[in-house]
């Protein structure tokens, strides 16, 4: 049996130089292939919760709508329109709400609002760098969306290259059924003139994992909504976010832009007095955590996903340090908000509580992860720290440990706040 050619590569990669016998060959060759879930010519995106962050538009929408009927959106009815067609969304919140018109009525006179907005619509962490590179590489893309073909036109003008990135687009108006009706993923390998069975689904929802499973492909899910996870059983394979998407899983070009473990990011800037937190940190973990508070930061924790990331810290009245940081609910202590802990790589005499603490984020390093013990989740916190102590010294990061920069780049983000 012959190996594809990124299976050959990979091999060479990992063995050193040397005579080896058949049968090591045919072990080394077993293991590679082993590690490839299944070979697939092509991939099909979802747009909305998979490419761009519609969901905060949604709810700021949804929440000056309501007021004219006295109601209030919370978001708690979010899970219930998420991955629906327009229709299906309209005539849910009609009934949730209890609102005195028809489905239709609220579809006509809310698509307005929604598409004076698209234009704030931002990608998602990790989308560009998808999309830019299976289209480097020549990897077929189609997207596949429940959405009316317009609004799919408008939301993907406002991101440079993509439009002319997918081979083919089918919308939920060219279809018959929307998902969970596997019609709208088969009508896209079809215009790929792909196999469904050679076709991998990325989808954020239920009901788009449900019609890609339906139309016999593979589904990497990607869940827009928090700590649900679990509920994704269905999906070939469950990720955090974007970011963590390894294509070469799958039989696709890797990613090559990794560095010794940690990933370069857009840096971006949060800061504010140090805060108590939950008091687990150097008591229970024996790690004190710089904590700040979420207040006035919602968006920058929408925006990215709960992982480990790192970069430079500045104490108003004591200099710049490395650091490494978690956002995310911590799976093993079960928080219920999302919280940011920095930790601060250095050894300080005394508490700052109160202090300036400004941080600039400057890579990432893993998703959030549950542990099995309190020790499994020391130890890897420890080498997460090691991981940035030592990368925090290549020039490509360490240039961002500038008062300039660091005083530049609050002056512009916090003017967004």
């Known amino acids: 049996m012959l190996l594809p050619p990124l299976v050959i590569i990979s091999i060479r990669r990992r063995v050193k130089w040397s005579f080896l016998s058949a049968e090591r060959v045919l072990i080394l060759t077993n293991q590679m292939m082993n590690s490839i879930r299944k070979l697939v010519s092509c991939v099909i995106l979802d747009l909305d919760g998979t490419l761009v962050n519609t969901d905060g538009i949604v709810s700021e929408v949804l929440k000056v709508y309501l007021v004219r009927y006295e109601k209030k959106w919370d978001g708690r009815e979010v899970s219930k329109i998420i991955g629906k067609t327009p229709i299906e969304a309209a005539a849910a919140i009609v009934e949730d709400y209890e609102l005195p018109l028809s489905k239709e009525d609220l579809l006509s006179e809310i698509s307005p609002m929604f598409s004076d907005q698209w234009c704030k619509l931002k990608a998602l962490p990790g989308a560009y760098r998808l999309v830019k590179h299976l289209r480097g590489h020549g990897v077929k893309m189609a997207l596949a969306s429940n959405s009316p073909r317009a609004s799919i036109?408008?939301?993907?003008?406002?991101?440079?290259?993509?439009?002319?990135?997918?081979?083919a687009i089918v919308a939920g108006d060219e279809v018959k059924t929307g998902k969970p009706s596997p019609e709208i993923f088969l009508e896209a390998s079809k215009r790929l003139e792909i196999d469904p069975s050679k076709c991998l689904v990325i989808e954020d929802s239920l009901p788009g994992i449900a019609a890609a499973k339906a139309a016999k492909m593979e589904v990497v899910a990607v869940p827009s909504l928090p700590k649900q996870s679990?509920?994704?059983?269905?999906?070939?394979?469950?990720?955090?976010?974007?970011?963590?998407?390894?294509?070469?899983?799958?039989?696709?070009?890797?990613?090559?832009d990794w560095i010794n473990g940690t990933l370069p990011l857009e840096p971006w800037h949060i800061g504010?007095?140090?805060?108590?937190?939950?008091?687990?940190?150097?008591?229970?973990?024996?790690i004190p955590t710089a904590n700040l508070s979420v207040e006035g930061y919602a968006t920058v924790l929408s925006e990215n996903p709960a992982g480990v990331y790192f970069g430079w810290a500045k104490l108003s009245n004591r200099g710049f340090y490395k650091m490494v940081m978690s956002i995310g609910w911590n799976p093993y202590f079960n928080n219920t908000e999302k919280t940011i802990e920095p930790w601060l790589l250095h050894q300080f005499d005394e508490d700052f509580y109160g202090e300036e603490l400004h941080l600039v984020i400057v890579g990432y390093i893993r998703p959030e992860a549950n542990f099995p013990s309190l020790e499994s989740l020391i130890?890897?916190?420890?080498?997460?720290?090691?991981?940035?102590?030592?990368?925090?010294?290549?020039?490509?990061?360490?240039?961002?440990?500038?008062?300039?920069?660091?005083?530049?780049?609050?002056?512009?983000?916090?003017?967004?706040?």
């Open 153 to 167: 036109e408008t939301k993907i003008s406002y991101h440079n290259t993509w439009k002319e990135s997918f081979a």
């Open 230 to 256: 679990h509920l994704y059983t269905d999906a070939d394979e469950v990720i955090n976010s974007l970011l963590d998407l390894h294509p070469e899983k799958w039989g696709l070009p890797p990613f090559e």
């Open 272 to 286: 504010g007095p140090v805060i108590k937190g939950y008091g687990r940190g150097s008591k229970v973990l024996g």
């Open 379 to 417: 130890a890897k916190i420890h080498e997460d720290g090691k991981i940035a102590e030592n990368v925090l010294e290549l020039p490509l990061y360490a240039k961002y440990k500038d008062e300039m920069y660091f005083k530049t780049l609050a002056l512009g983000q916090n003017s967004h706040l």
